[in-house]
């Protein structure tokens, strides 16, 4: 008898997962289940960008990145020559993505500034999703869409890939994957790079 109670139990348990996971499937909330629990991940400190590239390896800059705009106007990246750039390439289907976004909307507010521009480049196929997601976490930071071809310099198999240009048009930061960006390490070397002269 007990055995057969703990049977029955055993099924009930996972007829309740199975219903879940068809639920935030069918919904889309995995990605945001997903995203949250790897936030708390973030939360660790574990995951910290590369900010000690070498001289020797910083690859150049191609400026001519054509965009779309949030609300579809034509951009491209030469326009923001000049400027320390944090480019951010995230979809809304993907986790990591969702899991880093709050702490990069919290860096931009933090570090506003006329020489740090920020391009937050979606890789949705469907961009009214991307649109959808960034409306309803209340994101203000600029959000753009590919209008071209993405230069091989910032291609990569993996999202979210994030690179630091500098003013001289060099890549000076480069990570592949989730990281924590808000930190006062983070936001001094934006800092140091906008503060920097141009050779």
Request: proline share 6%; hydrophobic share 40%; charged share 20%.
């Amino acid at each position: 008898m007990s055995k057969l109670k703990f049977k029955n139990r055993d099924l009930i348990e996972w007829a309740v997962i199975i219903v879940v996971g068809i639920v935030l499937y069918s919904t889309g909330w995995y990605v945001e289940v997903i995203g949250q629990l790897q936030r708390v991940i973030l939360w660790t400190g574990l995951f910290k960008p590369d900010t000690h590239i070498s001289s020797t390896v910083q690859k150049k800059a191609d400026y001519n990145l054509p965009l779309i705009t949030f609300d579809g106007q034509k951009a491209n990246l030469s326009q923001f020559k000049g400027k320390v750039i944090f480019i951010n390439f995230w979809a809304s289907w993907c986790p990591p993505c969702v899991a880093e976004m709050p702490d990069i909307y919290n860096l931009y507010n933090k570090v506003k500034s006329p020489g740090i521009a920020f391009l937050m480049i979606s890789l949705d196929n469907n961009t009214q999703k991307a649109k959808n997601f960034i409306k309803r976490k209340g994101f203000t930071f600029p959000v753009y869409f590919l209008d071209g071809p993405l230069p091989p310099v910032y291609s990569t198999t993996a999202i979210p890939s994030t690179f630091v240009i500098s003013k001289a048009g060099h890549i000076v930061a480069e990570r592949h994957g989730m990281a924590e960006y808000n930190t006062q390490g983070f936001r001094e070397f934006l800092r140091q790079k906008e503060e920097a002269p141009v050779f």
